[in-house]
């Protein structure tokens, strides 16, 4: 277990240790939970501050306390200018500690799956770690970061970022020896401005690397050249392009066939539904492949591996009907690669789909664009919900539109059983599993 004296905290934040020194074996941030042996770590937020919750983080264990003023406690503090940058200071030390090389993941799409895939393949005789759920960003990142052990071979971290200059921040703190942007497409242009934006901000990735490291670009994305001059590391391309260093050379629903160097071919049983499933395995193979992992192991883990809970989950056949649920978020492109999956099931089928948040001023063009793709794409029936939704269906024949959950729960009690596969699209805030736990509990009282 990897422990940390508070004068090399002091050191990494440069604060002020008042009291006596000693050592903590991790960092919380929340008093409510076990603090045992822990270094309790005050973030202040809009409506609280931090330093109000020492007492009950050292009721529950903590031995020591990271403040930004003073507090009249029985343990030893630490007394700093900025209690979020020194959370990652301290992460960034911890992480020093492990000794892992840091695989960074960052891009539009397909960033957990990436995750997953990787440590389901890493993971097979490595001593491995990836961030857990959606601990991507400026205080996820980092305390992910303590959960990691000496020992382990490779930290798998996961980069979210809403605007310029969050990527850069989370790579000074995890300084990875391997970078990928998986994908840029039109996600959280809210904060960047345009894709353009999206795609500089996820650059910064690259930017992070030194020359020893391996940058792993998609090569069908057009901002791959602008990536190249970030880095002077080693490179590797993925993609659909004939000259890239791995190519998807064929997909079906149920098989996944990849180009690697040297005309070497990896074929296998698609373990994922999607397209865009088998193009987050070939990134994955060529992290893989250009850290020296066999191939033989890289089909060994993509093969095992299984898609989060939100992910194009199958939930099984209810009443008959086939339920997908892909609604832990959403953005144009992902809910495109949802209906080229809808469009392969059992027919008829119904999407049921709910607001794109945080793309800005397209946001009206963006939810207009994946109803007609909906309809070029034979989907039967959209039953939407949210004001964005609203907006851009109101016209739109294909498009059942409800105010809200109540409203869309009874028709769709009337209607489900009509078609043979329901799949659920929305962004995170929409919250649409409720409508889909409700409509299991329909299955099962029939």
């Known amino acids: 277990m990897i422990s940390m004296n508070l004068r090399q905290a002091e050191a990494l934040t440069g604060g002020t240790l008042i009291g006596k020194t000693g050592r903590f074996n991790g960092v919380s941030t929340d008093s409510r939970k076990n603090n045992s042996g822990r270094l309790f770590v005050g973030l202040s937020g809009v409506n609280h501050n931090g330093a109000d919750f ?18 009249d406690v029985t343990v030893p503090q630490i007394i700093c200018d900025d ?5 990652g200071s301290l992460a960034q030390g911890w992480l020093q500690q492990t000794g892992a090389m840091v695989i960074a993941i960052t891009g539009s799409n397909g960033k957990t799956s990436v995750k997953n895939m990787l440590y389901s393949v890493l993971s097979q005789a490595h001593k491995s770690y990836a961030t857990p759920g959606n601990f991507n960003n400026e205080i996820g990142l980092p305390l992910s970061i303590f959960d990691i052990e000496i020992g382990t071979e490779f930290a798998i971290l996961e980069m979210g970022a809403a605007k310029i200059g969050d990527i850069a921040y989370l790579t000074r703190i995890a300084k990875p020896h391997v970078a990928i942007i998986n994908n840029v497409s039109a996600a959280h242009t ?7 934006g999206i795609a500089q901000g996820k650059g910064e990735i690259y930017a992070a690397l030194h020359a020893d490291g391996l940058a792993v670009m998609n090569a069908d994305m057009p901002y791959v050249s602008e990536w190249n001059v970030l880095t002077e590391a080693r ?31 990896l074929e296998m049983k698609a373990p994922a539904p999607g397209r865009h499933n088998a193009m987050n395995a070939l990134a994955v193979t060529a992290i893989c492949h250009g850290i020296g992992i066999a191939s033989d192991q890289i089909k060994s883990g993509l093969q095992q591996y ?18 997908i649920h892909d609604a832990y978020n959403a953005n144009p492109e992902s809910v495109k690669a949802a209906i080229d999956v809808l469009k392969q099931c059992d027919q008829p089928s119904l999407l049921v789909l709910g607001d794109m948040k945080e793309l800005g001023e397209e946001s009206a063009r963006y939810h207009r664009q994946v109803l007609d793709y909906a309809e070029q794409h034979d989907i039967d029936q959209v039953a939407a919900i949210g004001v964005r939704m609203q907006e851009a269906g ?10 809200e959950q109540q409203q869309m729960e009874q028709w769709l009690q009337q209607h489900w059983t009509e078609y043979k596969t329901v799949m659920f699209k929305a962004s995170r805030g929409m919250a649409l599993e409720k409508v889909i736990n409700t409509m299991l509990q329909w299955g099962k009282a029939a």
């Open 54 to 71: 020492c007492e009950q983080a050292i009721a529950n264990g903590a031995v020591a306390v990271l403040v930004d003023k003073a507090v």
């Open 83 to 87: 209690v979020q940058a020194s959370l």
């Open 306 to 323: 299984q898609a989060e809970a939100g992910r194009l989950q199958d939930m099984g056949l209810c009443q008959g009907v086939r339920l």
């Open 394 to 403: 109101k016209d739109h024949e294909l498009v059942q539109w409800f105010s």
């Open 235 to 265: 490179k590797l391309q993925f993609g659909t392009a004939k000259d890239a260093d791995y190519v998807l050379q064929d997909v079906t629903p149920t098989r996944w066939v990849l180009q690697l160097p040297s005309e070497e071919v």
């Open 190 to 196: 809210e904060g960047f401005g345009s894709i353009e």
